[in-house]
């Protein structure tokens, strides 16, 4: 058996991340074993239907990459892959249902079922429509909602991959619609067609569908179709754990998570942990990797809980993972010094949780590097000690005179270690510390309250650089 699985999105608008992590565990499971990986387009709800979604769901999981082998982009061998251009295909299950009993028109209008539920419901009992289903089965002429006539009226009990054996009695099974009177098939009909056409063999889904399934399993009964296996994904929870991740909750599009200066492969490593586990301590996985660790028998039966800040940390150590050159790349970090901005890729690193903070980095604390910065005599003196005044003076002149001595370039540990005797030699003399003699120094070369130590500074600068800004401020003096 060739695997086939597939992600089925509804052109709505918002690409959740729970939709997204479903899409991801078909596509691993579609590549680990040699499968298929099908997007299919699910657009009969037009009401609901936003324009552009297509594209957003396709850049969505290109960004992510996820490739799929089938689509209504590229084709394949069961297209279309969308089921407004599958009507035909609806229409002659429909007649197969109706010609073996197992299909009728809707008798009645809106407002009559709404009635007929109400009144079930002031009864205080279930509304199941099959219990008004007419004696007499019209024909269906395409203006009036057709109804599926289930069967047998039984208790069903099936695998699931994930959530071993499940059941359901006769509660879960009535007569609903399989294409409205606009001439739309349903989601309960148009799905279980399109997986039969497409020969799909593993669905991936949310736990929403668990009980709505005896109905599709009483729809391939009545079809003579086997139905596929079937993988309930628990769900995504929200902070605290306490409830499903919803917008309300603060749950964000897939690509604000670009926008942020994520990595996608961070976001496939993050995902992929959110409901499955490897079986041991590891948590950093390439693409590659998830697709030779992943098997459907780990995934978790319980909810799993979004963790923000878990998902910086995976980010910054798949940022730290590339090589310098990669890293401005990817982060589409740019400055008027190119030279310094790889000088400068390290300190970001240890610092930076995504790209945008990396380029607010460039135009914030770290813009001194590439910038002359202006430079103010109260904080310059600001830790000058009362009772030591013109130590301001002695700290930029030592450091003057030792950095002049020192190689145009060289790294911050050695800079340190030039610097520092003559700090220790001044917190020796008097009140003070270090910081009277490193603050004038940090600051003359940063002109900010906030920035790195002046040992980094110096080595991304170059001592020529460093000694030009140390002269301005003593000019200050």
């Known amino acids: 058996m060739t695997v086939r699985t597939r992600f089925a999105p509804s052109p709505t608008g918002f690409m959740h991340i729970g939709g997204i992590r479903t899409a991801l565990y078909a596509w691993l499971f579609a590549r680990k074993h040699n499968g298929k990986f099908v997007l299919r387009i699910e657009d009969t709800d037009k ?5 552009g979604s297509i594209g957003h769901i ?9 490739h799929w082998d089938e689509s209504i982009d590229i084709g394949g061998p069961y297209e279309p892959y969308i089921q407004s251009s599958r009507l035909d295909s609806y229409r002659a299950y429909a007649k197969q249902l109706i010609d073996a009993g197992f299909a ?4 009645y209008t809106e407002e009559e079922v709404e009635a007929l539920r109400a009144k079930a419901e002031a009864e205080k009992r279930p509304f199941l429509f099959r219990e008004h289903r007419p004696e007499t089965l019209g024909v269906w002429d395409g203006t009036q909602p057709l ?16 959530m071993g054996t499940l059941s359901a009695g006769e509660e879960a099974l009535d007569d609903f619609i399989l294409i409205k009177s606009d001439g739309y098939p349903t989601y309960n009909f148009a799905h279980v067609i399109d997986d039969i056409e497409m020969k799909i063999t593993h669905v991936m889904r949310g736990q929403e569908f668990v009980s709505s399934t005896p109905k599709f399993l009483s729809l391939y009964e009545a079809l003579g179709e086997v139905p596929p296996a079937f993988a309930t994904l628990p769900p995504i929870l929200g902070e605290g754990g306490h409830k499903k991740l919803s917008k309300r909750d603060g749950a964000k599009d897939i690509l604000d998570y670009r926008r942020e200066g994520y990595l996608p492969e961070t976001m496939l490593n993050f995902l992929a942990l959110l409901g499955w586990s490897p079986g041991g301590d590891q948590e950093f996985f390439t693409p590659f990797g998830l ?17 923000e800040d878990k998902l910086k940390h995976l980010n910054r150590e798949h940022m730290r993972r590339l090589t310098d050159e990669e890293f401005i790349t990817r982060g589409e970090l740019h400055a008027t010094d190119d030279a310094r901005l790889k000088k400068a890729v390290p300190l970001i690193k240890e610092r930076a949780y995504t790209f945008a903070e990396a380029r607010d980095m460039l135009n914030g604390e770290l813009s001194c590097l590439f910038e002359t910065p202006e430079i103010s005599l109260d904080l310059l003196t600001a830790k000058e000690p009362q009772d030591r ?9 030592g450091a003057l005179e030792i950095l002049g001595g020192l190689p ?25 510390g270090r910081g009277a003699v490193l603050w004038p120094l940090r600051y003359a070369l940063s002109g900010a309250e906030k920035s790195p130590d002046p040992f980094t500074l110096i ?3 170059g001592t020529e650089e460093a000694i030009s800004r140390i002269r301005t401020a003593f000019a200050i003096l």
């Open 291 to 307: 697709i030779e660790a992943f098997t459907l028998e780990r995934i978790q039966k319980s909810g799993a809980q979004f963790d």
């Open 104 to 107: 009728y028109p809707d008798p």
């Open 58 to 66: 396709m850049e969505s999981l290109k960004w992510l990459g996820i």
């Open 408 to 432: 145009v370039s060289l790294p911050a540990e050695a800079v340190k270690m030039a610097l520092m005797p003559f700090a220790d030699e001044k917190e020796a003399e008097g009140k003070g």
């Open 389 to 397: 005044p013109g130590l301001t003076k002695q700290a930029l002149e």
């Open 459 to 461: 080595s991304i600068l």
């Open 47 to 51: 009401e609901r239907e936003v324009e």
């Open 147 to 162: 109804r599926f006539k289930v069967p047998v009226i039984k208790r069903y009990e099936w695998e699931d991959v994930v």
